[in-house]
């Protein structure tokens, strides 16, 4: 293992567990403190050869995934009301969802979003993200008054940064013609996009209404009873508003 990696560093085999990995090292302890140079002993590790690179890219290998498309249907059923809605335009065209694009003005229910236009509406550009990666959140948010038309009933979106770099690795195994265990291993920056649904309806019920408006009348009387106790009981001039009250 590499001098550069604190956790490798040794001075005799007890410093070099077996079986322990090596902190942000590259494989697993064998249990042997090796001479690395002249001037620095790390512990031998059991890894994959040779190890990951950490160059990073000087350019975006696909600048054209800014004109990728995303299809993002969602439906929300609000079950107290037994009402569903979904955000995709209900026609029979079949070319419909083949030639449009979402706009919040002139194309609402298109359910099609363009990358680089979800990147800009996080308030940033494509080119600056597509490097490194990012990760970008999509809110689509349901607020509904039932007592409306339902076409009325439309989701709002909304996009925001939530990390400027993202990245994974992925590794495929493989044996050669002698028998020898081979990987490949693969790390991938790209954009990834977080999608929460959030929702919320209301209709107009005489019940709960009068209730509600019940509730505000028996308030009021009881508030008069609580201000004529304390002005009877507790006010420095209780006398003279006993006298006003209860005059014969």
């Known amino acids: 293992q590499s001098p550069t990696v604190l956790d490798a560093m040794c001075t005799e085999d007890a410093d070099c567990p077996m079986g322990n990995p090596v902190v942000h090292g590259n494989g697993i302890k064998t249990g042997k403190c090796v001479m690395f140079n002249t001037t620095h002993s790390t512990c031998e590790i059991y890894g994959w050869c040779p190890v990951e690179n950490t160059t ?3 350019k975006p290998l696909l600048s054209e995934a800014e004109n990728f498309t995303l299809f993002i249907k969602n439906t929300v059923h609000f079950t107290k009301f037994n009402f569903s809605k979904c955000n995709t335009l209900q026609t029979n065209d079949p070319t419909y ?20 236009d979800m990147v800009e509406a996080a308030g940033e550009t494509f080119g600056d993200l597509a490097l490194l990666g990012a990760s970008i959140r999509v809110r689509i948010e349901w607020d ?33 013609s002698q028998q020898r ?43 008069t009873v609580v201000c004529d106790l304390v002005l009877l009981y507790l006010d420095a001039k209780a006398d003279f508003y006993w006298k006003e009250k209860f005059e014969e």
């Open 181 to 223: 265990l081979y990987r490949n291993l693969l790390k991938l920056y790209g954009i990834r996009f977080d999608i929460s649904v959030h929702g919320q309806a209301g209709k107009f019920s005489i019940i709960p209404a009068a209730v509600s408006f019940g509730t505000g009348i028996a308030f009021f009387g009881a508030a």
């Open 56 to 58: 990073l890219p000087r």
């Open 144 to 176: 509904c008054n039932l007592d409306h038309p339902a076409d009325q009933c439309q989701p709002q979106y909304s996009f925001s940064l939530q990390d400027r770099m993202y990245n994974f690795r992925t590794a495929s195994y493989y044996w050669d």
């Open 97 to 116: 969802f083949k030639s449009c694009m979402y706009d919040p003005f002139l194309s609402p229910s298109c359910p099609i979003f363009r990358v680089r």
